[in-house]
């Protein structure tokens, strides 16, 4: 298993939190697979960078 830390070191605990729950319910609606834990956190740490990139964006788009 890849040590998490290294792929984000720069991460705060509630987005790692995050990141950690979303991963859980992903591989929970996908039936428990075995093994394949690091799939699910990578999926779930991709999916969360983009939301706070989208959100950082939004803050920094002009206001009318």
């Known amino acids: 298993m890849t ?6 070191p720069h991460e705060d605990e509630a987005f ?8 859980y319910f992903l591989w929970e609606q996908d ?4 093994g394949r834990h ?3 956190y990578l999926r779930a740490l991709e999916t969360h960078r983009r939301a ?4 950082e964006w939004l803050e920094d788009s002009p206001k009318d």
């Open 3 to 8: 040590d998490r830390r290294r792929l984000v």
């Open 16 to 23: 790692e939190a995050a990141v950690r729950k979303t991963a």
């Open 31 to 34: 039936g428990r697979p075995h």
């Open 38 to 40: 690091e799939e699910y």
């Open 52 to 55: 706070r990139t989208y959100d």
